[in-house]
Every structure is written in C-alpha cells, then in structure tokens.
C-alpha cells in the first residue's frame, strides 16, 4: 500500500457519528431546488457588515466565526449568530483592516491571525502569544493539531525573491522561529528580474495567482492545500510529507477578463482605500476553481467553481472517489470558508457577509456524480466498479 492510500485509509477512519447517522437515517429535503440539488439555507447576517469572516470548530462540532473589524466571536447555528464575545481587546489587538487570514484551533478562544503582511497573532485563552515575523508573504494560516501552520507567497520583506531562491509554501513554528515545512517551486519567469517595471509586477502577479492557496486541517493534524485557481488539493503530514494529490483537469493558472461592472467596483474600493493599480491588474483577473474546502468531518469537501456555477464536491477515502452534486440557487462565485459542524456544513462568504448551512441529511440525500478527468498522485483515477463501491459503503457503515 503506498504512503498516499495509507494517508487516505488513516483519514476514512475519522468520519464523524453525526455523517455516519445521516448516512443511515437520510432525510431528502430539496426545496427551492431541482430533485437532488442541494439548497443551501441563507443565515441571517450578524455583526458588522464590512471586514471579513473565517469560520471554525470547536471538538464539540460547534461552529463559530470571527469577524475581523471588532475581532468578535460569534456562535453558529442553523437558526442564526448567537451573543458574541470579544477576542482581540482583551488581548491588547486593536488594530483595524489588517485581518486578512485566521483560523481556529480546538476552541473558540484559540485563534491563528494573519495581522500584517509578515506578521502572525496567536490567541490562546484570551491571551496574546507572541511569534517572530516570517521572511515570506503571509497569505493563509491554520492551526494543526494546535502548532501554526503558516501558507506564504514567494514575496520576500524586500519586496522580491531573496535568499533563498527557493520560497517555502508552508511554514511551521519551530521554538521561536519559523522554518520550512513544505518547499515550493522555484520560479521559472525571467520576467521576475526583467528591468522593465511592468513587466515584472506582471510577472510578480501572476507567480502570486499561481501560489495563492487555501488552507483545511484535518483530526490527525494533515494539512490540506486547495490551489485557488487550479483544482488542486494536496494532503500533507504533520510533518510537512506529502500523501496526495489530487487534481481535476489540467490544473493551469486561467486568466481572464475582469467583468467591466466588477472592474468599477474594485476600482471605486481601491480609491476610497487611497490605493492605485495598474489597469492590467484592474482589466485581468484568474479564474476562480476552488473556492474553499473543510477535512474536519471525515470527508474531505470542496466547494468549486464549474461552467453551472457553484457546486460542492466531496472525497471519499474509502472508494476514492470524487463526487459533485449541484446547488441550488445562485451562490456568489467568491472566496468562502467552510467549517463542518455537527449538524451539517457551514459556507461563509470571506468578504461580503453572506453565509449559508446545509444539513448533513441533505448532503447525503443529493444526487451525487462521479467528477470526470481526476488524478490521483498523478495517475488517472479509475472509477470503481459498483460491487466494489457498495462493498466499501457497507464497510464504512
């Protein structure tokens, strides 16, 4: 058995109780959708209406979110926000607009928080654990099995790609310092040392679209990694090892023309921050594939980008296989964060306020098909016949 199976195996072992009864007592419920669509439940808004929001989960199962203008803690459910609690004035964090990652750890007090563009904030129990700045861009932050874990960019505090020439992709805490858990690919752009300036902020631009990722985290501590703007989700160890791969497609960076609609409002945001841009990065914008993804509730999850619009698709472990069911309604194609909580899955738009649940029982209930063009560790996935899908069924059981 390769290393990467014995990693999925190992995962399959962790499927929550409450998946596990749904999967026995499946409840269907497709209103405001086809049959078989899952529909998404609209959550009524809570706190501030700018700034962004990360959600977690707690080792109850119990869904939070954070909100990063007041640094306030909100409670979750299918009903709505409960009283929220405050965790950055306690802490001594005051600071406004410089929240642009978090994650959760095993609680509602502990929180991992991207506070500058090299700085990270550890809060643990209300209190403020002091971590040395990193050498690299930091772009997204999780928290596996209660170490940081920290996903930068290849963009050194000088502004370009200094020593080493290999950028790291992943960054653990070792003592009181960071060190490479995971390298990256070193850049293959002459562009990036070309004397002309645009065409190195293009170059820049573009190596940052390629390397901008998201971060999941599972029970046994693996890190997920969702590639932006390309399907592609790599799992790796605690210790930085890779287990898998997986990719849909040709996973290419995809560059597009930026909607002129669009383009006004980001233009308008950016003025009104005091921020100029170049027009190409106005005019051009990648095109979105994963748009974000939770490992915590035994299966992996992957809310995408397709030619229908947004659809969620889910990683089974046991048959390996890699299944999509639509949903219904017109979801936001934007960034979100999922959080698998104990009675269904938790979508949260990161910026614009919007957040929705689906019941497990309805997750399970959906009509869900095999995604084509898979590859794991880059070998053609084959889909299992069905005797052998049934037959892991009822071993999952």
């Not at 989960?57 to 009283?83: I, K, Y």
């Not at 300036?197 to 971060?215: H, I, K, M, S, T």
């Amino acid at each position: 058995m390769s290393p990467a199976t014995k990693g999925l195996r190992r995962l399959s072992t962790t499927v929550g109780v409450v998946t596990l009864a749904a999967v026995l007592t499946v409840v269907f419920s497709a209103a405001g959708g086809e049959a078989g669509e899952l529909t998404p439940v609209s959550l009524p808004s809570f706190g501030p209406s700018d700034g962004l929001r990360f959600l977690g989960v707690d080792n109850h199962g119990r869904v939070f979110a954070l909100t990063s203008e007041t640094m306030e803690v909100w409670p979750l459910t299918s009903e709505g926000a409960g009283e929220p609690s405050q965790l950055g004035e306690e802490a001594g964090f005051g600071r406004r607009s410089t929240v642009i990652a978090a994650a959760m750890g095993d609680s509602s007090d502990e929180w991992l928080v991207r506070t500058s563009a090299f700085g990270v904030t550890w809060f643990r129990s209300g209190k403020l654990l002091p971590l040395p700045e990193t050498d690299w861009l930091v772009q997204d932050v999780t928290l596996a099995k209660g170490e940081p874990v920290v996903a930068v960019v290849p963009v050194g505090q000088g502004g370009g790609l200094e020593p080493p020439s290999t950028p790291p992709l992943l960054l653990g805490k070792s003592g009181k310092r960071w060190v490479t858990l995971v390298d990256g690919e070193v850049p293959d752009d002459g562009r990036l040392t070309s004397q002309d300036g645009r065409e190195r902020q293009a170059a820049y631009r573009e190596l940052r679209w390629r390397r901008a990722v998201d971060l999941a985290t599972d029970p046994q501590g693996h890190v997920w990694v969702a590639s932006d703007y390309a399907y592609r989700v790599v799992e790796y160890s605690s210790a930085g090892h890779e287990l898998m791969v997986l990719t849909v497609g040709d996973p290419v960076l995809e560059v597009v023309e930026r909607p002129e609609e669009e383009r006004e409002e980001l233009r308008a945001m950016l003025e009104a921050q005091g921020r100029k841009v170049p027009q190409a990065a106005l005019t051009a914008m990648p095109k979105a594939a994963v748009l974000g993804l939770s490992a915590s509730s035994g299966r992996l999850y992957v809310l995408v980008h397709t030619e229908a619009g947004v659809a969620l698709d889910r990683w089974n472990p046991v048959t390996l296989q890699l299944e999509r069911a639509r949903l219904a309604g017109k979801l936001p194609v934007r960034k979100m964060r999922l959080a698998a909580g104990s009675d269904g899955l938790y979508l949260a738009l990161v910026e614009g306020g919007g957040g929705w649940w689906i019941p497990w029982s309805e997750i399970e209930a959906g009509v869900w098909s095999t995604v084509d063009d898979v590859r794991l560790n880059d070998a053609p996935l084959a889909v299992p016949a069905e005797e052998s899908a049934t037959e892991a069924r009822n071993t999952l059981r």
